[in-house]
């Protein structure tokens, strides 16, 4: 059977159905392959299930500060974690019928088939073969784990599994303390699990921030043991399985498994329509326009293992939407990056990180929150926040931390780093008292000091128009 349309998406995850938005702006003429189950895997497995998890597993966690607060009774208090899961399940379900029902509506253009390039406006999926003057690519990505470790299947379970589970055994090991890993390990831990976890890694949730990742690493060490920096290795041990990194050793009846995710590219055929790709399969792409070099093949979200956060998803479906639409490329700025990990304490990077700004001129300006009034007040008076500004001008440049309310934090220097605001500009801003901001402020105020260019210190910045005017 053969079929005809201007635009072709492949995949309807949260990038697919942004570009789709965009595309049905143009025009009607338009096909969707789909293989698999409706539904994002934001909505299905990741973002909406573990941050509802996270929230149950905080609010019990909470209990053992309550005594001090003058709340009795709290230490008899009690976790089931089979119930747990079952609300996350419950509110899971519920996310995922509104992603399910925005999708059925076009259910007479979707083509239920694994997608396979016979030339670049030309696919095969099952018996149809559809040819189309554009196409773009949103398949997604998966969790993997090593080829070696598929023997212990029955004991492994993924990212993707956690929410289905009906229970929970007393004991686990996290495997990998990537943002998914380590949000999972302190959620567990605080469902009452005896957690052990474990990263090849010297750091956790992708910190490049030296100072930063030293002071998550002892905070989150005070919940759960964390072995870093040792190759991991699982053998089966009776119904159970034994992991191990270095002289680390533990017994356990399941781990999870959160090293990381793989696109979902191969399958598709782009080597065997010329397209060039890299060693892990995957082609070269403009950010900007989101096009696989001068073809007429578009690739969002995930699947090019550029930034699998979900606003960038949606950002990237956007774009390759737009331009596969249009007759005309259209370059678009990108926004500022930014990454939470929703741990307590939060961890964040936004604009430049660490890493990136090594062997730059840039001063860093520092706020530890064990003192912090407001955030004793809540009982999370942990963390370390790290800005970067350019020493000669003052300009913020990014940002790592751990920290209370770094969710919160982060957006608000994206907000400055985006309109190129200085530290200066930063300290014109109200900040209230008390509250968790007031940190930030102090961060400021210490990485002000630093820069060369820094001003006579007020309360209030005097008149100015440049930091060397400061007379009305």
Known sequence: MKQKARIVIIGLGSAGLSALGEVKKITDDFLLIQQGPYGTSCARSACMPTKTLIEVADAFHRRKIMAARGVSGTEGLWMDPAAALGYVRKLRDAFVGGMVDSTDRYKEKIIHENAFFLEPTIIKAGDITVEAERVIIATGSRPFYPES???????????????????????????????????????????????????????????????????????????????????????????????????????????????????????????????????????????????????????????????????????????????????????????????????????????????????EDFVIGRYDFSKQSRARMSGVNKGLLRIYAGEKDGVVLGAEMAAPSGEHLAHLLAMAIDRKMTVFDMLTLPFYHPTIEEGLRTAIRDAGKKLSCSPEETVLLLCRSTPDDFLC
């Open 149 to 359: 470790w598929k023997e212990f299947d029955d004991l492994l379970l993924s990212t993707e599994d956690m929410v289905e589970q009906r229970d929970l055994p007393r004991r686990m090991a996290v495997i990998g303390l990537g943002p998914a890993g380590i949000e999972y390990a302190q959620a567990l831990s605080r469902l009452g699990l005896h957690i052990a976890a474990f990263d090849a890694s010297s750091t956790l949730a992708g910190i490049s921030d030296p100072e930063v990742n030293k002071a998550t690493i002892d905070i989150l060490k005070e919940e759960f043991p964390i072995v870093l920096d040792e190759k991991v290795e699982i053998m089966r041990k009776g119904e159970g399985l034994v992991v191990q990194a270095g002289e680390q050793k533990t017994t356990v009846p399941k781990a999870l498994v959160a090293i990381g995710r793989k696109p979902n590219i191969e399958g598709l055929g782009l080597e065997k329509i010329g397209v060039a790709t890299n060693e892990r399969g995957l082609p070269d792409f403009s950010r900007q326009t989101m096009q696989i070099e001068d073809l007429p093949i578009f690739i969002a979200g995930d699947v090019n293992d550029d930034a699998a956060i979900l606003h960038e998803a949606i950002d990237e479906g956007h774009i390759a939407g737009f331009n596969a639409a249009r007759d005309k490329k259209h370059c678009f700025k990108r926004r500022v990056p930014l990454a939470i990990t929703f741990t307590d304490p939060n961890i964040a990077a936004v604009g430049r990180t660490y890493r990136e700004l090594k062997g």
